[in-house]
T-cell receptor
Framework: DAGVTQSPTHLIKTRGQQVTLRCSPK?????VSWYQQALGQGPQFIFQ???????QRGNFPDRFSGHQFPNYSSELNVNALLLGDSALYLC??????????????FGAGSRLTVL | QQQVKQSPQSLIVQKGGISIINCAYE??????FPWYQQFPGKGPALLIA?????SEKKEGRFTISFNKSAKQFSLHIMDSQPGDSATYFC????????????FGAGTILRVKS
């Protein structure tokens, strides 16, 4: 059973460019959350998608946007990249059911470097 | 009020010893407190979690102690092993869709053999 799959694993962009990161959730999961993890820091919540809609959002600017597809996979888009956007971007999936809604399964992340 | 403060930043423990990592929170609305383990190049993996209606939860060598009045919780790793060397994060969340986790800054644990 594949866990959470993220692509690409590494990428390098320059300031002002746009990037799209992709995530396939664990089989049976219907909810996708995205986190940003700066070097040496804990992950920070960006937003969460359920039923193809953004359900919750953290303190990130509108340059960060996302999408969830009917097959529950998700994309994270970041526009007008800044140096400070360099980080590991983690996707986490879960099942919004009666039990275990809090249990997240994380992917290995996409390492974004902005030059 | 949304912060979770974690200490220590790093920890070195001898094999067989007890590793203790502490976290403190301010928001009394938090109702779910997980600990995650992260190895280099991997995403965080859920280790153990607790809700505020219990004061302790044990799973194998891992124990969470929870003090609601002090707004603190801690992870104890008994009989620490070199394979436990990783970064540990405490976290907290609120409510029905509690996936919006607020993480601590992490503790780098090294177990010396």
């Amino acid at each position: 059973d594949a866990g959470v799959t993220q692509s690409p694993t590494h990428l390098i962009k320059t300031r002002g460019q746009q990037v799209t990161l992709r995530c396939s959730p664990k089989s049976g999961h219907d909810t996708v959350s995205w986190y940003q993890q700066a070097l040496g820091q804990g992950p920070q919540f960006i937003f969460q998608y359920y039923e193809e809609e953004e359900r919750q959002r953290g303190n990130f600017p509108d340059r960060f946007s996302g999408h969830q597809f009917p097959n529950y996979s998700s994309e994270l888009n970041v526009n007008a990249l800044l140096l400070g956007d360099s980080a590991l971007y983690l996707c986490a999936s879960s099942f919004t059911g009666l039990i275990g809604a809090n249990v997240l399964t994380f992917g290995a992340g996409s390492r974004l470097t902005v030059l | 009020q949304q912060q979770v403060k974690q200490s220590p930043q790093s920890l070195i423990v001898q094999k067989g010893g007890i590793s203790i990592i502490n976290c403190a929170y301010e928001n009394t609305a938090f109702d779910y407190f997980p600990w995650y383990q992260q190895f280099p190049g991997k995403g965080p993996a859920l280790l153990i979690a607790i809700r505020p209606d219990v004061s302790e939860k044990k799973e194998g060598r891992f124990t969470i102690s929870f003090n609601k009045s002090a707004k603190q919780f801690s992870l104890h790793i008994m009989d620490s092993q070199p394979g436990d060397s990783a970064t540990y994060f405490c976290a907290a969340s609120i409510g029905e869709y509690g996936n919006k986790l607020v993480f601590g800054a992490g503790t780098i644990l090294r177990v010396k053999s």
